[in-house]
């Protein structure tokens, strides 16, 4: 059965992050004579990074995106911390959304624990208090029982996050919720990514959809909505949009639904053998490039790979001493929509040292960065150049 909707005009913000004002002890109050109504001074804005992490509802054997956002903002040059996610079988995949685009990170995914360090170079990222600064897709396991409810928790001892000068921010939090239960899901969206034309079809599959399924789409025109089955909608874009970081709203007439913001996820193509790496998610920024290069670490250097497109890419890596006189070059083809994590040994099978380069060379446009390994179950990412 097909229910199609024209011409859907969306409410551009209905994802909204407020911090309650509390009083605080020490405040100043003002006397007031009587029969005046008595003011209060609001308290001084926290001078720090605010964070929140919002409560998802998810069948069992579906995906939960989780979503940190900054409750007000604050320009940050580098983050990091633990996130500790019980309720998760599995990472489907991890994105940054900052409105320089830049932001990048390495996040090790750990029992139920994902330890994250990100680096924004333009320092845009938690300025936007709109959009999340993070976002975390997991897979709930098939069999987890409907009613239980598992903590999404930030481990606010581990957070640093620094302001554009490299000063630790004062961070504080609050944790969110993950409830198993019955509710229309969205399990991804394709293209994620990329940038649409009007008339182009997305495709959202998910979970729970009927006929009376509405999309909304935040800040863009709609034309037509569709659904296929229980497990499918079609969405044609109304007018150009660009889709990486667009908010997307699901809602059922009984009163279920969701929100998922949109960036294309990937499949791995290789596994590597050093134990770090092994772990580690690359969470690319959003520029795409035929050429670049970042320069060796001190210890334990690796390199990601990333082919958002639909079609493969050919690219060559190649590996230089200081004086730039090439030590090795390797041929990799990277498979449509697939991203690959690698020590730089087994890139180019043999021994690398630091201030050594390595230079990047892509038929088509593809998304690179180097990974510092810093200690066991601890990786930064090399910002290229």
């Known amino acids: 059965m097909m229910n199609r909707v024209t011409a859907v005009a969306l409410a551009t913000a209905f994802f909204v992050c407020t911090a309650g004002l509390t009083a605080e002890r020490g405040q100043s109050i003002r006397k007031t004579a009587p029969g005046q109504a008595k003011t209060t001074e609001p308290p001084a804005p926290f001078a720090g990074v605010s964070l929140k992490i919002g409560d998802e509802k998810v069948p069992p054997g579906g995906i939960a995106q989780v ?8 320009p940050i040059s ?3 911390g633990k996130f500790a996610l019980d309720g998760f079988d599995a990472i489907e995949g991890v994105a940054l959304m900052s409105p320089g685009g830049d932001a990048m990170g390495v996040g090790i995914w750990r029992g139920s624990v994902l330890t994250m360090s990100i680096v924004s170079p333009s320092t845009t990222f938690g300025t936007e208090p709109d959009y999340p600064i993070l976002t975390i897709a997991g ?5 987890a029982p409907l009613g239980v409810s598992f903590p999404l928790e930030m481990d606010l001892a581990s957070l640093q996050f620094t302001d554009p000068s490299g000063t630790v921010y004062p961070v504080h939090g609050g944790s969110g ?29 998910g979970r729970g959809f009927d006929p009376t399924t509405r999309v909304r789409f935040k800040e863009a025109l709609l034309s037509n909505v569709t659904f ?3 497990r499918h909608m079609l969405v044609t874009t109304g007018e150009p949009i660009r889709m990486h970081g667009r908010g997307i709203k699901v809602v059922n007439a009984d009163g279920k639904e969701t929100t ?36 060796v670490g001190a210890g334990t250097t690796g390199i990601a790979l990333q082919n958002r497109g639909d079609a493969p890419v050919m690219a060559a890596a190649e590996l230089l001493d200081s004086a730039g006189t090439t030590l090795a070059t390797v041929p990799i083809r990277i498979g449509a929509s697939r991203s690959l994590v690698a ?12 201030s050594q380069v390595v230079r990047v060379r ?3 446009p593809i998304q690179v960065m180097g990974i510092a390994v810093t200690g066991p179950g601890v990786a930064a990412p090399i910002v290229p150049r």
């Open 67 to 74: 979503k940190l956002f900054v409750t007000e903002p604050r």
């Open 78 to 80: 580098t983050a990091g």
């Open 139 to 143: 897979r709930v396991s098939a069999t």
């Open 177 to 205: 919720e993950l409830a198993i239960a019955r509710n229309v899901n969205v399990e991804d969206v394709l293209p994620g990514s990329a940038d649409l034309p009007a008339g182009a079809v997305v495709s959202i599959p």
């Open 228 to 230: 296929v089955d229980p």
């Open 260 to 295: 998922y913001f949109s960036y294309q996820r990937v499949r791995r193509q290789f596994t590597s053998s050093e134990p770090t790496l092994r772990d580690a998610v690359a969470v690319f920024d959003s520029l795409q490039v035929t050429r670049a290069a970042f320069r």
């Open 343 to 354: 020590d730089l040994s087994e890139v180019f099978g043999m021994p690398y040292a630091a």
């Open 362 to 364: 892509a038929a088509g």
